[in-house]
């Protein structure tokens, strides 16, 4: 079985950053791709970022683009989403998620492995 993680969110104003960070955990282990998603209330689960393991190319939704930063370490089973100039828009559960298969890294519903969570809220 595996285990996904999520730690580092919180509560932070507009402006700040927050970093976090995604445990992987279990027996043969070995994702083609991680990423992250978020869901705000009364939302749908939405697409932030991801990377593949093979040739650690990162993937990103667009409005996400230059101010979020997934990053990771495949040996180590961990993941990280860096986000900068946060918005209160950005106030949601945050998601860690994997996948054994290639596919559409944007497509929730092809990731194999999810995380409970982690929240973030940002106030203006």
């Known amino acids: 079985q595996v285990q996904l993680v999520e730690s580092g969110g919180g509560l932070v104003q507009a402006g700040d950053s927050l970093r976090l960070s995604c445990a992987a955990s279990?027996?043969?282990?070995?994702?083609?791709?991680m990423g992250w998603f978020r869901q705000a209330p009364g939302k749908e689960r939405e697409f932030v970022a991801a990377?593949?393991?093979?040739?650690?190319?990162?993937y990103y939704a667009e409005s996400m683009q230059g101010r979020f930063a997934i990053s990771g370490d495949n040996a180590k089973n961990t993941l990280y989403l860096q986000m900068n100039s946060l918005k209160p828009e950005d106030t949601a559960v945050y998601y860690c998620?994997?996948?054994?298969?290639?596919?559409?890294?944007?497509?929730?519903?092809?990731?194999?492995?999810w995380g409970q969570g982690t929240q973030v809220t940002v106030s203006s």
């Open positions: 998620a994997a996948r054994y298969s290639r596919g559409t890294l944007s497509k929730a519903n092809e990731y194999d492995f």
């Open positions: 990377i593949t393991w093979s040739d650690i190319s990162t």
């Open positions: 279990g027996r043969s282990f070995n994702s083609y791709a």
